[in-house]
């Protein structure tokens, strides 16, 4: 009876064992998936901030003056030709 | 029967007790050096062993974004590379060499003199994008390093130089801005303890040592537009007076934002490589000039809260010269019975004077410091400054008389425009703020509503013909606000041929929105009348904006009146 306890608690033992040491190998997988993607989100972030710099370079105002002014000869109109619409009275 | 062996000889009695002990010996000893590695003397091993699987990496945190008021960014950091040298330890064929000067963008000959120019550090290029630093490290010259570093990079070039600032080395803020919020931009690089694996994969945290503090983002006043726009037209003014610098600023009535400041001369804080230190100066916080006859509606409104004038009170300014303990006070035109209100709008000086006279000292000195002259504005910019006003108990009478239009006072340009705030608002000074602010802000009462009603008033009366800047007429807005014009001080003593114009206003005058001040220091193409020079400014960059921010019109677009040529009110002050 007690020899058959015994054997019953090794197994259990060894299951125990066995299933730490995957989870602990499943752990460390994961782990090294999230750095990776960490390290991704790092370099989306620093790509991001060029994207940020180029689109506002592109749309420095001093910029889209010159192309409406020079390429697409677009003028601003002057006080009498502006009709102000009054909100209230729509 | 096998014959028996001859028995072996005896052993010695004393040979067991000594093989024994001797192996007791060196057991003792080697478990004694073991006690001594494992407890004493630990350190080395354990270094040792931790250093084939742990590392101590450190988590960057990068500076904060510092953006305008839509959110438009103005600084962001971006990680680039640096390639540095080290020239003794080089060793590369002229092949290599070429390869890596082309991927420098930088003649052979030149970085054949960089190397042979230093002994063992020397910067190549700084900042190099991180795909060419790659490429240059794919050449594998011996010598040859790159780190990595934070570049600050500003997308609004000079036209927001001034307010932004500029980091230095390791993102450090240097100027505006950038140093004056380094605390809230900057971040604190952290310390990590990882595990790793013999492919040098991260399998596991150990510990954080220091956790890593991100930078926080800014957001500005400033509005990106009304800043290019007033930038803009302020360098145009320069050019065509051939003035020697100026300023522009732009507050918002209801909230007290500085929503544009724009100064000349300015730099690229890009490429600051052979920028001087005074182009770098924020001259509308940190430069004090005399204002001139901006400084009248002050001295109006602290009669008028007296009590000793109304607006329509006649002030007899004949001759047009008034003589106090020897010195005399001149006007530009001798203009005889003026009412108080046309002492504002066609700007006498002797008219100032003498309502400034009939005050007691310390009631207008008391109605100018609360106007906030005197005391810095309290943006928190590095370098402001707080102006001159000297305490009334120094005053002699002709000073009282000369601060009454302009002169032996000193201001800033933001604290000049702040002060108009009593005047837009109903008596109240506003609090002036870079950063943005989210709704109306509470003022500190100064004058009456009903002395506030009644200057408003007169600086309408200014820019309408019969006063001094009918070109600071908006079409489609009621505008007001005041001119001056001031001698240079020169040394000690004023002079005669150098002027600072200026002009302070707001509009609309139903609901002020905006209030801008344009000062234009030494205009040397002729005009140098405030009404002239600086109120043209004001006209296009108040209309521009105020339709840019779609505010009603209080007026119909044909409401600008230009007097005919050669009517024009001068003023001296």
Redesign the interface.
């Known amino acids: 009876m007690m020899a058959r306890l015994n054997v019953l608690l090794l197994v259990v033992l060894v299951a125990c064992a066995i299933s730490l040491v995957t989870s602990r190998h499943q752990a460390r997988k994961l782990f090294v998936d999230l750095e990776r993607e960490q390290a991704r989100s790092r370099s989306l972030d620093v790509e991001f901030g060029q994207l940020q710099i180029e689109q506002s370079t592109w749309a420095m105002p001093a910029r889209v003056e010159k192309v409406a002014r020079d390429q697409l000869h677009m003028q601003l109109p002057d006080a009498t030709r502006i009709e102000v619409m009054d909100e209230l009275k729509r | 029967m096998r014959p028996a062996k001859a028995p072996a000889p005896p052993l010695p009695a004393f040979r067991a007790p000594v093989v024994f002990g001797a192996l007791l010996f060196l057991l003792l000893l080697l478990l004694a050096r073991s006690l001594y590695l494992q407890r004493v003397d630990n350190g080395f091993l354990q270094a040792q062993g931790s250093s084939r699987y742990s590392r101590d990496l450190e988590v960057p945190a990068h500076r904060g ?1 510092i953006v305008d008021r839509m959110g ?2 103005l600084a ?4 680039v590379k640096a390639i540095w040298a080290w020239p003794e330890k080089i060793e590369a064929t002229p092949d290599q060499l070429r390869a890596l000067a082309s991927a420098l963008d930088m003649p052979p000959g030149e970085l054949n003199r960089k190397l042979a120019s230093a002994g063992d550090f020397i910067y190549l290029k700084r900042p190099v994008a991180p795909d060419v630093a790659d490429h240059i490290a794919a050449l594998q010259i011996k010598g040859i390093h790159d780190e990595t570093e934070y570049w600050r ?1 500003y ?3 000079e ?1 927001m130089s001034q307010i932004v600032g500029f980091t230095g080395d390791r993102d450090i803020g240097q100027e505006g801005i950038e140093l004056a919020q380094q605390s809230w931009l900057g971040g604190k690089p952290g310390n990590r303890r990882v595990i790793i ?1 013999r492919r040098g ?5 150990v510990a954080s040592i220091r956790a890593p503090q991100e930078g926080r983002d800014l957001a500005l006043a400033i509005d ?2 009304l800043q ?2 007033a930038f ?1 037209e302020l360098k145009a003014a320069i050019e065509l007076n051939k003035a020697q610098a100026g300023a522009i600023v732009m507050i918002d009535a209801q909230t007290g934002e500085i929503v544009a400041l724009a100064n000349w001369p300015v730099y690229n804080p890009n490429n600051r490589t052979r920028t001087v230190r005074s182009k770098m100066r924020n001259r509308a916080l940190t430069d004090t000039f005399e204002p001139g006859s901006s400084m009248k509606p002050f001295t109006i409104a602290a009669a008028l809260d007296a009590g000793k004038v109304t607006p329509s009170t006649i002030i007899d300014t004949a001759p047009g010269t008034l003589t106090i303990g020897g010195a005399t006070i001149h006007d530009a035109h001798r203009e005889g019975a003026l009412t108080v209100e046309q002492v504002i709008q066609k700007s006498s000086n002797v008219g100032a004077a003498k309502i400034a006279l009939s005050l007691p000292s310390s009631a207008m000195w008391q109605t100018l410091s609360e106007a906030g002259f005197g005391t810095a504005p309290h943006t928190g910019f590095p370098g402001e400054v707080g102006g001159r006003l000297r305490p009334a108990k120094t005053w002699r009478p002709i000073e009282q008389a000369t601060i009454a239009y302009g002169h032996g006072i000193s201001v800033n340009l933001v604290q000049l425009a702040r002060a108009y705030t009593v005047f837009s608002s109903d008596g109240e000074l506003k609090p002036v703020s870079l950063l943005k602010v989210d709704g109306a802000v509470a003022g500190r009462p100064v004058i009456t509503p009903e002395t506030a009603r009644a200057v408003r008033h007169m600086l309408e009366m200014v820019v309408l013909p019969g006063g001094t800047a009918p070109k600071a007429q908006v ?2 807005y009621r505008v007001a606000g005041k001119t001056g014009t001031a001698h240079k001080l020169d040394g000690k003593t004023y002079s005669a041929t150098e002027y600072v114009a200026s002009f302070v206003g707001f509009a609309p005058v139903s609901n002020p929105r905006l209030i801008v001040a344009v000062m234009i220091d030494q205009p040397s193409a002729g005009q140098y009348y405030g009404g002239a020079v600086a109120a043209p400014v004001f006209s296009s960059v108040m ?1 521009a904006a105020l ?1 840019m921010l779609s505010v ?2 209080d007026a119909p ?2 409401n ?1 009146v230009v007097p005919p040529e050669g009517t024009d009110v001068k003023e001296e002050t």
Do not use: F, Q
Request: proline share 16%; net charge neutral; no cysteine.
């Open positions: 974004r438009e960014p962001i950091s971006t990680p990079y997308p609004g070039g036209v694996n994969e991260i399998v596991e945290d990106s537009r290019y726009l803009r079409p489609g209309g339709r009603p019109t677009v044909n600008v």
